[in-house]
Nanobody, 120 residues
Framework: QVQLVESGGGLVQPGGSLRLSCAAS????????MGWYRQAPGKERELLAT???????NYADSVKGRFTISRDNAKNTLSLQMNSLKPVDTAVYYC??????????????WGKGTLVTVSS
């Protein structure tokens, strides 16, 4: 089973940007859909964005137009560029592969995630 390690989180002011990265322990070329999730304190984990091996993307309404997902199949990495960050974006962010096109049922074990805090 693929292991996933997220990085790039930190403290950022409202309106700022961060770029998250996810490194996979093996090739992700065979995994059709990869995604970024987040879990805010006291809330359920939610799927934010997905990308297929061919580059087709899909976004939750809450991040559409602000976040951009990308993947590098050759380097086995997944990225999330986050712009115009808001305090409500504060959460632990995870990468994984949804079993279908969208949802919280995933193919891999959850990593530790990376914490993003948006605050002035």
């Amino acid at each position: 089973q693929v292991q996933l390690v997220e990085s790039g989180g930190g403290l950022v002011q409202p309106g700022g940007s961060l770029r998250l990265s996810c490194a996979a322990s093996r090739s992700i070329f065979s995994i059709n859909t990869m995604g970024w999730y987040r879990q805010a304190p006291g809330k359920e984990r939610e799927l934010l964005a997905t990308i297929t091996v061919g580059g087709r993307t899909n976004y939750a309404d809450s991040v559409k137009g602000r976040f951009t997902i990308s993947r590098d199949n050759a380097k086995n990495t997944l990225s999330l560029q986050m712009n115009s960050l808001k305090p409500v974006d504060t959460a632990v962010y995870y990468c994984n592969a949804p079993r279908g096109n969208w949802g919280n049922s995933v193919l891999a074990s959850w990593g530790k995630g990376t914490l993003v805090t948006v605050s002035s």
